[in-house]
């Protein structure tokens, strides 16, 4: 079974601090995704990444910044915290190739629910 | 600009019954389309999808429907059960474009007994 598993499930920072979310996956997949869950908004689309070292913007990418040193990993980097970066936040992971797996689908870790105060 | 809309924020079913949810969207470059369920403080589960190439994929008391001139797809679940009372999010890929997902805003199911 897929495994996309995330460093916190709940977590509680300070505005201006630096926050670190962490993301591994287990099923050697290519592709890499974070994306931040509000109400009202669904699920929007932060950055992505198809490969090591390399990293695209999605649709919200304002704030935060990602890195990809190994495949398995992907972390995603609040510079300085908001107020507004208060919310849950998932990683995601998918394969490049069709195996087992639906082409494009998604497995999802199980989020973090980050606090800015 | 959302281009995958699911305009009912909620849905509310009896046990048993049909479920049918509900999404549109707007850019015909759209060659795949996913169902996922998510229950709260969990990540998003893949539920079903399918290929702009059909227009009906079923698999157990799930059914998507694709009316690419409408540009509209459905979800049919038959028969409800409580355990489905989760929010159901669609989501759309764009041909070409990579493995990046376009997600709607997500439809609350209820199933009451």
């Known amino acids: 079974d897929v495994k996309v598993t995330q460093s916190s499930r709940y977590l509680v920072k300070r505005t201006g601090e630096k926050v670190f979310l962490e993301c591994v996956q287990d099923?050697?997949?290519?592709?890499m995704f974070w994306y931040r869950q509000d109400p009202g908004l669904g699920l929007r689309l932060i950055y992505f990444s198809y490969d090591v070292k390399m990293k695209e913007k999605g649709d919200i990418p304002e704030g935060y910044s990602v890195s990809r040193e190994k495949k398995e990993r992907f972390s995603l980097i609040l510079e300085s915290a908001s107020t507004n970066q208060t919310s849950m936040y998932l990683c995601?992971?998918?394969?490049?190739?069709?195996?087992?797996?639906?082409?494009?689908?998604?497995?999802f870790g199980p989020g973090t629910r980050l606090t800015v105060t | 600009d959302q281009q995958v809309k699911q305009n009912s924020p909620s849905l509310s079913v009896q046990e048993g019954r049909i479920s049918i949810l509900n999404c549109d969207y707007t850019?015909?470059?759209?060659?795949?389309f996913l169902w996922y369920k998510k229950y709260p403080a969990e990540g998003p589960t893949f539920l079903i999808s399918?290929?702009?190439?059909?227009d009906k994929n079923e698999d157990g008391r799930f059914t998507v429907f694709l009316n690419k001139s409408a540009k509209h797809l459905s979800l049919h679940i038959v028969p409800s059960q409580p355990g489905d009372s989760a929010v159901y999010f669609c989501?759309?890929?764009?041909?070409?474009?990579?493995?990046?997902?376009?997600f709607g805003k997500g439809t609350s199911l209820l199933v009451t007994p």
């Open positions: 099923m050697d997949h290519e592709n």
């Open positions: 989501a759309a890929r764009i041909v070409n474009s990579g493995y990046a997902l376009n």
């Open positions: 850019n015909s470059m759209f060659d795949y």
């Open positions: 399918i290929s702009s190439i059909k």
């Open positions: 995601a992971s998918s394969p490049s190739r069709q195996g087992r797996s639906n082409l494009y689908e998604q497995y």
